[in-house]
Structure formats: C-alpha cells, structure tokens
C-alpha cells in the first residue's frame, strides 16, 4: 500500500554532506514511524535513525552528533542529513516506513564517501 523513492545518493568526500530523501506514496495516512537504514558490501544492513510520529528520534552510536533525521508529514517525506562523512559511511542507504500492520522498503541509494 506504500511505495517509497528514496534519492540524494551520490559520492562525497569525506568530511562532506549529503541529505537523502524519501517520499511515500500511496496509503500514507497510516504511516508512523519512519526510518534509514543502510548495507555496505558483505555487512548486515543496520540502522542509521528513526523518527518517531512525534518526532522522538533513535540513532545509530557510529551516526549519532553527525546524521540529523527529520520527517514533513504533509509531504509524506524522511530525510538524512548526514554531515561531516566518513569512508566507513560508505553504503547503500534504504528508507523503511512502518505503518499499523506493515514495513516497506524503498530501494536504496548508493553513498560513497572518498577518502
């Protein structure tokens, strides 16, 4: 019922910036929390932030003072802005949406941090 697009991906230095986006589309009414998550090759996807409906946000400890999450509800959109990036950040970033009974999962977009 929720089909997320996520974008903003792109190669960065390191000590750059970059923000992700991701826009559902679909039945967004029953959106609640919304979050990032993010694969390098040959690790387990992890998550990077959660926002909460009442913008009550969880970080990974490697992002946390670096990647700021945030959510425009009338724009049924998420965002990372991830600031001061590291190689290690080097990933495929991908939006997750819950909704009351399911998860989605955009596709992901690919971030990659020079050194």
């Known amino acids: 019922q929720v089909q997320l697009v996520e974008s903003g991906g792109g190669l960065v230095q390191a000590g750059g910036s970059l923000t992700l986006s991701c826009i559902a589309s679909?039945?967004?009414?029953?959106?609640?929390?919304m979050g990032w998550y993010r694969q390098a090759p040959g690790k387990q996807r992890e998550l990077v932030a959660e926002i909460s409906t009442s913008d009550i946000t969880t970080y990974a400890v490697s992002v946390k003072g670096r990647f700021t999450i945030s959510r425009d509800n009338a724009k049924n959109t998420a965002y990372l802005r991830m600031n001061s990036l590291k190689p290690e950040d080097t990933a495929v970033y991908y939006c997750k949406i819950y909704t009351w009974w399911n998860t989605y999962w955009g596709q992901g977009t690919q971030v990659t941090v020079s050194s």
């Open positions: 679909g039945s967004t009414s029953g959106i609640n929390a």
